[in-house]
C-alpha cells in the first residue's frame, strides 16, 4: 500500500501502540468509549476528535482534554455534542476553558503551538468551514507530491495561513463551487 499511496505508513497491532508512536492523533468514531488512554499520549500530542458527533459520542478521557490547548471549529455547538461536553459533564472543563476556535488561531488572534504542549482539537463540523478550507488546500497543495518539497512562494499560489476561514461573508465570497471538492 506504501507504494500505492507513495507515502509510508505503518500498520499497528493496537490503537495503544499506534497512539504510543504518534505526534498526532485522529479519532474519527461515533462512539460512546475511550479510544485511548492518557498514559499512551506523547506530551506534545495533537488530538483531533472529528468523528460523528452527537450527544452521546465521548471518544478521549476529560482528563486528558481538561490537561490540554482545547481549540474547537465551534465552541457553543462542541460544548453540546462534541468531545467538549463529556468534559464540562463530568466536571473538569467549561466553555470558557477553551483556548480558541480554529479561526481564532487562523487568523492571528490567538496562538497556535507553543512549545511542546498536548492539544485537542474538537471539530464537530461546519460545511460552510469543512467547504472554506477544503477549496484552499486544493489551491495550496496543487501539483504537491507526498515527501516532495512543496512550491513554497509561488507567485500563482495562495499562501497559508488562510486568511478568515471561520468567517461566513469571506467563505461565501471566497469559495467558488467545485466538481473535485464536491466529489472528495
Not at 111 to 139: F, H, W
Amino acid at each position: 500500500m506504501s507504494k500505492e499511496l507513495e507515502y509510508p505508513f505503518k500498520a499497528c497491532a493496537t490503537a495503544e501502540d499506534a497512539v504510543r508512536n504518534a505526534d498526532v492523533v485522529f479519532t474519527q468514531t461515533p462512539g460512546g468509549e475511550w479510544v485511548l488512554e492518557e498514559d499512551w499520549l506523547r506530551p506534545h500530542a495533537t488530538i483531533i476528535a472529528s468523528g460523528s458527533d452527537q450527544p452521546t459520542k465521548n471518544e478521549l478521557p476529560p482528563s486528558v482534554m481538561s490537561k490540554a490547548k482545547y481549540v474547537t471549529d465551534i465552541t457553543a455547538q462542541c460544548s453540546r455534542v462534541g468531545e467538549l461536553r463529556s468534559a464540562i459533564e463530568a466536571g473538569v472543563m467549561t466553555a470558557d476553558d477553551v483556548h480558541a476556535e480554529i479561526g481564532q488561531i487562523i487568523n492571528g488572534e490567538k496562538p497556535g503551538r507553543i512549545g511542546n504542549e498536548l492539544i485537542v482539537c474538537d471539530l464537530t463540523g461546519t460545511g460552510a468551514q469543512d467547504a472554506a478550507i477544503g477549496s484552499y488546500v486544493m489551491k495550496v497543495l496543487d501539483g504537491v507530491v507526498p515527501g516532495g518539497t512543496p512550491p513554497l512562494n509561488a507567485a500563482n499560489k495562495p499562501r497559508l495561513p488562510a486568511p478568515k476561514l471561520y468567517d461566513y461573508d469571506t467563505i461565501k465570497s471566497s469559495v467558488a463551487p467545485s466538481r473535485e471538492l464536491t466529489e472528495a
